[in-house]
């Protein structure tokens, strides 16, 4: 047997809806549609705000709540609830809809306008922050899926290290364990770069 890393740890105490939320869960799976209404008016307030900060973006967020909603009908009996009810798994649907939603609107960004005025050449200098940002790009690939999440839900999204816990289903002392480790990942994969960047402003 081999021991238990803070990573696997998840919250102390059980959530008070947890029980509640396991028969309606199974009812939902028998496609009870009371059930389901019973679990949105329970946890449509708490994904959505969380959508919300994720995305700043209202329209964008009450379409992935609904979608993540839409995915608890499908999951139906199949979903297996923690001791902590269908909270955290209703968060971790959203956050990764949401981070999905997030990617996808920065890949497909594209301008039809031209410039009036002539700009000044600044090729070197976009040629060399795109060099750094594919590099850090790597280096957040590089990083375990969990650590990943973490550092992308505290630094990128805004989200708190208790919200974060949620999302992850781990303890907030996890958390912490998880973006330490990230950020020193991190800072070693990017020590060249750093130290470049302070000799430029030197």
């Keep these: 047997m081999g021991t238990t890393t803070p990573e696997a740890n998840v919250r102390t105490g ?91 609107t920065r890949r497909t960004v594209v301008t039809d306008e031209v410039p009036e005025m002539a700009e000044e050449p600044t090729q070197e200098a976009g040629l060399e922050q795109q060099d750094l940002a594919r590099r850090v790009g790597e280096a957040m690939n590089a990083l375990p899926e969990r650590q990943r999440r973490a550092l992308t839900l505290f630094h990128h999204e805004g989200l708190s290290q208790a919200e974060v816990a949620e999302v992850l289903g781990v303890s907030d002392e996890a958390v912490e364990s998880l973006l330490a ?9 990017l020590e060249k770069d750093w130290k470049s960047l302070l000799e430029k402003d030197s």
Excluded: Y
């Design 14 to 104: 059980p959530w008070p809806d947890a029980p509640e939320d396991r028969v309606l869960v199974t009812r939902v799976g028998r496609q009870d549609r009371q059930a389901f209404r019973i679990l949105v008016d329970r946890h449509l307030t708490s994904i959505v705000t969380l959508a919300r900060r994720m995305l700043k973006d209202e329209a964008e967020a009450d379409d992935i709540a609904q979608e993540a909603l839409l995915r608890l009908w499908r999951a139906g009996e199949t979903l297996e609830l923690g001791p902590h009810g269908l909270r955290p798994w209703l968060r971790r649907v959203t956050s990764n809809l949401c981070l999905d939603r997030i990617r996808s």
């Design 181 to 189: 480790r990230a950020r020193r990942a991190l800072r070693a994969s």
